[in-house]
């Protein structure tokens, strides 16, 4: 489990405070998913329909 995970409803970044997501966040997913493109962009399709709407 990550420390970089969202915070909401502003979106940034619970480790370091940076906009979310983070480099460290970034670095994490491409490991994680690391060969399996279409469960990240099943990922971060979650991800985009949670975002607030402006």
Not at 16 to 42: M, V
């Amino acid at each position: 489990m990550t420390t970089h995970g969202p915070v909401l409803p502003i979106w940034s970044c619970g480790g370091c405070d940076a906009p979310r997501p983070c480099r460290t966040r970034q670095r994490e997913l491409r490991a994680e998913f690391d060969g399996a493109p279409i469960s990240l962009a099943l990922y971060l399709g979650a991800q985009l329909v949670r975002a607030p709407k402006t």
